[in-house]
């Protein structure tokens, strides 16, 4: 069901299915009635400490209820959320408080033997800053007042008070991973959040999902593409606070899990992990990733697990997703593309101009959608860079647009490097080494070179049980690309490092190789 705005879907469930399960976090599971009772209490709270609509409110937390409570709430009284991911580093986070200016943080206390004080007491020393409260239960403690005591401030207030919301308010600021320069919070409206979680949902076609969610809570993936999707299902959102793969396969199997939807990395990861044959995961329905192709070899392990596949494609922009796959994709397609184009949106491959480009041109994916990305905070240079005049989104994502609709992304613009004066795609490299029967993840980074300016240097992980040279690697290459494609380093690894979104963090690789001289 499509709501204007994200906080809708609760309030209607909290209705039509009031008993039905909402949330489950470490055993204790929340009713859709219970859900929506803590974010009006919250809510309420908010207006009593003085926070009006239009203010900032940051929170750093872990995956969990709080975080959906806590996001709904904002939300409600037409307040602006920023998420803090908790693996932040202290320069990191100060980055986001100082750019977006929030009036008041929530923080849990601790989480995976980190405490979060000291940063909270850095991140108050801010002047936008005003109150800072604890997320979590349990006694205040420094500068983290008890959430008990937050919500005392509500007490005096009630709904009535909640101001009246418009669909293109802002509701969201969403920071991008600044892999090519620094962070750029994206404002998202409410009905973009709203729209980009129905249209996840009503393409994924699966009554009551119950989906596991252990992505960070600020980023879209979470809030949408996950969590939202399943919200306004009427779902049961599991959360969990880590990557375990044996972790999500026990809750899979425990909690009769529907839905796996995570990065290719990840999903990779769970069909590596000695537990994968023997879990009984009979109650998934479909198996659901984005951003980019995962691997034909999983997409055959996956697809004997007798599931639907599923795969998309969007940004933190785009809200919505661009593509979507079809249920009758076969492996091949699903290996290789990231679906049709979106048919509420116009989506086109076009040129420098602007120009869409024929069929099996290459070219920049452009968007355009009424819930997008309104601008970026602070930052007007980067909104009319990626804004055009007449309302399309340009994603920096190069892609093909197939014959048969679909739209094979070839890379990231900003991941692109010129050897010898020639253009590089990272990704094409990518899916070639993991088409090697003896390769389970690939990823290819640039680095200086004295010669060509840039070259590729390839990192892999093996499949289980099994080995390969690098030079094996380096002929497996020349065999299928062009010679200024083909790597110049190969770097076997037993894992690499991810991001918290579970993709491979490619910046600590090249430092590493930097570092290293």
Not at 452 to 469: H, K, N, S
Request: contains cysteine.
């Amino acid at each position: 069901m499509l709501f204007d705005r994200f906080f809708d879907a609760i309030d209607y469930w909290s209705v039509t299915t009031p008993t039905a399960d909402a949330t489950w976090f470490q055993g204790e599971t929340l009713t859709y009635r219970d859900i929506r009772d803590r974010v009006d209490a919250f809510a309420c709270a908010l207006i009593g400490t003085g926070i009006r609509k239009g203010d900032v409110v940051a929170v750093l937390t872990t995956p969990r209820p709080d975080f959906l409570i806590a996001l709904t709430a904002i939300h409600k009284i037409g307040a602006v959320y920023v998420g803090i991911n908790p693996a932040y580093t202290q320069r990191e986070q100060l980055y986001v408080v100082n750019d977006a200016r929030p009036v008041a943080i929530f923080s849990i206390a601790e989480a995976q033997s980190r405490s979060y004080h000291q940063d909270i007491e850095l991140l108050a020393t801010v002047d936008s800053v005003q109150h800072t409260w604890r997320l979590d239960a349990g006694a205040s403690s420094g500068c983290l007042m008890s959430i008990d005591d937050f919500l005392q401030y509500g007490t005096s207030h009630s709904p009535s008070e909640f101001p009246v919301i418009e669909r293109m308010d802002p509701c969201t600021i969403v920071y991008t991973s600044g892999s090519s320069g620094s962070p750029k919070g994206a404002v998202l409206p409410h009905y973009g959040i709203s729209y980009g979680s129905y249209c996840d949902a009503r393409e994924m076609n699966i009554k009551q999902p119950r989906v596991l969610c252990n992505l960070p809570a600020n980023h879209l993936g979470c809030i949408v593409d996950v969590q939202g999707s399943t919200i306004v299902s009427g779902g049961m959102v599991a959360y969990d606070e880590k990557f375990d793969p044996s972790e999500m396969l026990r809750l899979i199997e425990e909690l009769q899990l529907t839905n796996l939807q995570h990065v290719p990395t990840v999903l990779q990861l769970i069909a590596l992990h000695p537990d994968f044959t023997s879990r009984n995961l009979s109650s998934l329905q479909l198996v659901a990733w984005g951003g980019a192709a995962l691997p034909r070899e999983f997409v055959e392990i996956y697809s004997r697990r007798n599931v639907r596949l599923f795969t998309i494609y969007g940004m933190t922009e785009t809200c919505g997703n661009a593509t979507f796959s079809s249920p009758d994709d076969t492996v091949d397609i699903l290996a290789s593309t990231v679906g049709r184009p979106n048919p509420d949106a116009d989506v086109v491959v076009a040129d420098d101009n602007g120009n869409e480009v024929p069929l099996g041109g290459e070219g920049e994916v452009w968007y355009r959608h009424e819930g997008k990305l309104l601008h970026y905070l602070n930052n007007p240079t980067a909104t009319e860079q990626t804004l055009t005049k007449d309302g399309f989104l340009k994603t920096g994502d190069v892609a093909i647009r197939l014959p048969s609709g679909h739209l094979k992304l070839v890379g990231r613009r900003s991941e692109m490097f010129k050897s010898g004066g020639l253009n590089v795609y990272p990704r094409e490299i990518e899916i070639v080494l993991e088409s090697h029967p003896a390769i389970a993840i690939a990823a290819v980074i640039s680095i200086p070179h004295e010669t060509y300016l840039e070259i590729g240097a390839a990192f892999v992980v093996c499949e289980p049980m099994t080995t390969v040279t690098k030079e094996e690697l380096r002929v497996w290459c020349k065999e299928r690309l062009a010679g200024y494609k083909v790597p110049k380093s190969f770097f076997v690894r037993e894992e690499l490092p991810l991001l918290p979104i579970g993709k491979i963090d490619k910046q600590a690789l090249k430092k590493q190789l930097l570092d290293a001289g």
